[in-house]
């Protein structure tokens, strides 16, 4: 069955550091996200991606993150300068897009660890 | 604004016993309501999707949900949990005015006792 990838599983960097966090959607899928999940909090969205140009932002994605579809099998997110506070588990999702994003399913990857240090 | 609430942190239950987690949310229109599983390292899996229709929905390994508009409620259920089932359980929420964005709750925590 096909599914969202993720790499790194786990990044520990350095306070103010950049970071790129990498997924490989699902290969038909044409709409990607972000979520993140700070230890023992709720998974939050930060944004969706859908024909080249971002769909949606949460308050979250301010002007420290950026999201690329660099190629055609690769969704990253940037995270230019980090701080303490980014620490978090952060999900990739993509979905079909079929009939509206809002009744896709969307299929979550398995996560990247980020730790800053 | 919408939100999802999963009133309860961690629950356990023996194994071959039945399951309810509850979830309740607060959105002004029809919901479009979610349960999504997660895994020990793994990612969230969805278990069933509610966008209208038949208020019980079933879903993926065994597990129901049923839309009760009167109580906002989309409670959880299974009739007999094994011990693979042991997972944290995420309800959420997508507004049609918010199409991508996935609300999650805070998540229960289930355990199974031998």
């Known amino acids: 069955e096909p599914e969202v990838t993720q790499t790194p599983s786990h990044q520990v960097t350095q306070m103010g550091q950049e970071v790129i966090l990498r997924c490989v959607p699902i290969?038909?899928?044409?709409?990607f996200y972000w979520y993140r999940q700070i230890l023992g909090q709720k998974v939050e969205f930060l944004v969706s991606?859908?024909?080249?140009?971002?769909?949606?932002k949460s308050e979250i994605f301010d002007d420290q993150f950026s999201v690329e579809r660099p190629d055609g099998s690769n969704f990253t997110l940037k995270i230019r300068s980090t701080k303490l506070e980014d620490s978090a588990m952060y999900f990739c999702?993509?979905?079909?897009?079929?009939?509206?994003?809002?009744?896709?399913?969307?299929?979550f990857g398995p996560g990247t660890r980020l730790t800053v240090l | 604004a919408q939100s999802v609430t999963q009133p309860d942190i961690h629950i356990t239950v023996s194994e071959g016993a039945s399951l309810e987690l509850r979830c309740n949310y607060s959105?002004?229109?029809?919901?479009?309501l979610f349960w999504y599983v997660q895994s020990p390292g793994q990612g969230l899996q969805l278990l069933l999707k509610?966008?209208?229709?038949?208020?019980l929905v079933q879903g993926i390994k065994g597990f129901e949900a049923e839309f009760k508009r009167s109580q906002s409620s989309f409670n959880l259920r299974k009739p007999s949990v094994h011990w693979s089932d042991a997972a944290e359980y995420f309800c959420?929420?997508?507004?049609?005015?918010?199409?991508?964005?996935?609300?999650f709750g805070s998540g229960t925590r289930l355990s199974i006792r031998p």
């Open positions: 999702a993509s979905s079909e897009a079929l009939s509206g994003a809002v009744t896709d399913t969307q299929y």
């Open positions: 290969s038909n899928h044409l709409y």
């Open positions: 991606f859908y024909n080249n140009e971002i769909s949606e």
């Open positions: 959105y002004g229109a029809t919901p479009y």
């Open positions: 509610y966008f209208s229709g038949d208020t």
């Open positions: 959420a929420v997508v507004g049609y005015s918010s199409a991508s964005k996935i609300i």
